[in-house]
């Protein structure tokens, strides 16, 4: 298994893979290309086989939940194939996050998850991190 930076031309696989952890996400692919074009935001992708199996997207900012530096790097999503999941290739998306994180000067990594994902719940206490808050936000359309 390797772990490396998307390509521009995986765009497609990165963005049916994101469908599946975000059901609403558009079919379009502007999303994805408009966030694969901004220089703060970064993809991971596990491959295997030359077969991408999971990715790990980030974006660098000034301000997170529970973070207390203005040197972040924030998980916005990270997803393995069913097949795939509980080898330790969410770890090592996470790792290689981390690496760059320290190599670039970042002080913490922030993250999320849905109240009832606890299997996103345990794989980051696993991993080291900590919860820091709980909320439930709402919307009102006018």
């Known amino acids: 298994m390797l772990i490396r930076f998307l390509r521009d031309l995986e765009i497609e696989i990165w963005h049916a893979m994101r469908r599946k952890l975000w059901p609403d996400t558009p079919p379009e692919l502007e ?16 491959e295997q086989d030359a077969d991408i199996i999971g990715f790990l997207e980030a974006q660098t900012c000034n301000r997170a939940d529970g973070c207390v530096s203005d040197s972040i790097l924030y998980i916005e999503g990270w997803f393995v194939e069913e097949p795939f999941r509980h080898q330790g290739i969410g770890s090592a998306l996470m790792q290689a996050a981390e690496e760059w ?7 913490e990594l922030g993250s999320d998850a849905l109240l009832d994902n606890t299997i996103s719940h345990r794989a980051h206490k696993k991993l080291g991190f900590h919860e820091v808050d709980r909320q439930i936000s709402y919307a009102k359309k006018l």
């Open 101 to 107: 994180a320290r190599a670039h000067n970042i002080l």
């Open 31 to 46: 999303e994805a290309e408009r966030l694969r074009a901004k220089p703060s935001y970064l993809i991971w992708v596990a």
